[in-house]
T-cell receptor, first 117, second 114 residues
Framework: GAVVSQHPSWVICKSGTSVKIECRSL??????MFWYRQFPKQSLMLMAT?????????EQGVEKDKFLINHASLTLSTLTVTSAHPEDSSFYIC?????????????FGPGTRLTVL | GENVEQHPSTLSVQEGDSAVIKCTYS??????FPWYKQELGKRPQLIID???NVGEKKDQRIAVTLNKTAKHFSLHITETQPEDSAVYFC????WGTGANNLFFGTGTRLTVIP
């Protein structure tokens, strides 16, 4: 299957700082990427849909000014957690939608574990 | 919007036995149903998917069935092995339409006992 990378794989930061997470589709172009948040032993919670060249669509309850999403190219989307607080500590996973070959399959990145002290 | 329910939340089977995980969905417009396997601390991996124009799909020890009338679909794993132990998520989406995102079930933690 297609490959999606995510960087960094883990990050520890101080409360009040900002953290940027990158999501890349390595062997296909992704006009649409998704950002999820996953708490321990829980399902994937969609935070926002990132569309190349346009504003992201946020799910209800997700603060767009806190979780800044930029999808500047067909292979890169970034999520910036601004003014991070301990409650933002979580596992953040991106995914990219592969529409090539008429497959329309969604592939996930390896995730980023964020710990806010 | 779509609502996907998944059962059971935990499942333990003896090695070699079969495991079945069931999901229901609410939106009749959903026509794409993937299954993901997630090992601890790792990314969800697509293991099989089915589209609404078929009722069953099989890939070696894994099979998925879909009943569109009843709005439910199931994952079947035969001859289970310890490496099948993981959390499995079902999902649903309207494929090929303006809707983009997958709606996930709550997950099933499968434990295969050697």
């Amino acid at each position: 299957g297609a490959v999606v990378s995510q960087h960094p794989s883990w990050v520890i930061c101080k409360s009040g700082t900002s953290v940027k997470i990158e999501c890349r589709s390595l062997d296909f172009q992704a006009t649409t990427m998704f950002w999820y948040r996953q708490f321990p032993k829980q399902s994937l919670m969609l935070m926002a849909t990132s569309n190349e060249g346009s504003k992201a669509t946020y799910e209800q309850g997700v603060e767009k000014d806190k979780f800044l999403i930029n999808h500047a190219s067909l292979t890169l989307s970034t999520l910036t957690v601004t003014s991070a607080h301990p409650e933002d500590s979580s596992f953040y996973i991106c995914s990219a939608r592969d529409l090539e070959g008429n497959t329309d399959t969604q592939y996930f990145g390896p995730g980023t574990r964020l710990t806010v002290l | 919007g779509e609502n996907v329910e998944q059962h059971p939340s935990t499942l333990s089977v003896q090695e070699g036995d079969s495991a079945v995980i069931k999901c229901t969905y609410s939106d009749s417009a959903s026509n794409y149903f993937p299954w993901y396997k997630q090992e601890l601390g790792k990314r969800p991996q697509l293991i099989i998917d089915i589209r609404s124009n078929v009722g069953e799909k099989k890939d070696q020890r894994i099979a998925v069935t879909l009943n569109k009338t009843a709005k439910h679909f199931s994952l079947h794993i035969t001859e289970t092995q310890p490496e099948d132990s993981a959390v499995y998520f079902c999902a649903a989406r309207s494929w090929g339409t303006g809707a983009n995102n997958l709606f996930f079930g709550t997950g099933t933690r499968l434990t295969v006992i050697p």
